[in-house]
Nanobody, 127 residues
Framework: EVQLQASGGGLVQAGGSLRLSCAPS????????ITWFRQAPGKEREGVSC????????YYADSVKGRFTISTDNAKNTVYLQMNSVKPEDTAVYYC????????????????????WGSGTLVTVSS
């Protein structure tokens, strides 16, 4: 079954760091863009960051800019979300999603279609 696997969540103290991973099975990230979302209890889903696998351009929500970094490995088979200086308001279930259009349309204002979604990984930031 084609899917995305998100991992790396856990409990971290405010000000600490955590790294999330997103890896595909049965497909490669070529010609996709990968977007991280998060959803906190009682809140709407929020786009956090995106990387295009066409030109490696990255995007960030204002709420995480300067603290989170999206990256990939040399083999381009895992996308990471490095979370630094975390805050209690970063507490949420984090999901990765593969957009069939490689231009991070959710952030760039272009068309987007999410073909695949990861199962989600819980990040809890204690104050």
């Amino acid at each position: 079954e084609v899917q995305l696997q998100a991992s790396g969540g856990g409990l971290v103290q405010a000000g600490g760091s955590l790294r999330l991973s997103c890896a595909p099975s049965e497909f490669t990230f070529d010609d996709y863009s990968i977007t991280w979302f998060r959803q906190a209890p009682g809140k709407e889903r929020e786009g956090v960051s995106c990387m295009s696998f066409r030109n490696y351009k990255t995007y960030y929500a204002d709420s995480v800019k300067g603290r989170f970094t999206i990256s990939t490995d040399n083999a381009k088979n895992t996308v990471y979300l490095q979370m630094n200086s975390v805050k209690p308001e970063d507490t949420a279930v984090y999901y990765c999603a593969a957009d069939a259009y490689p231009n991070c349309g959710y952030f760039s204002g272009n068309y987007y279609v999410f073909d695949y979604w990861g199962s989600g990984t819980l990040v809890t930031v204690s104050s």
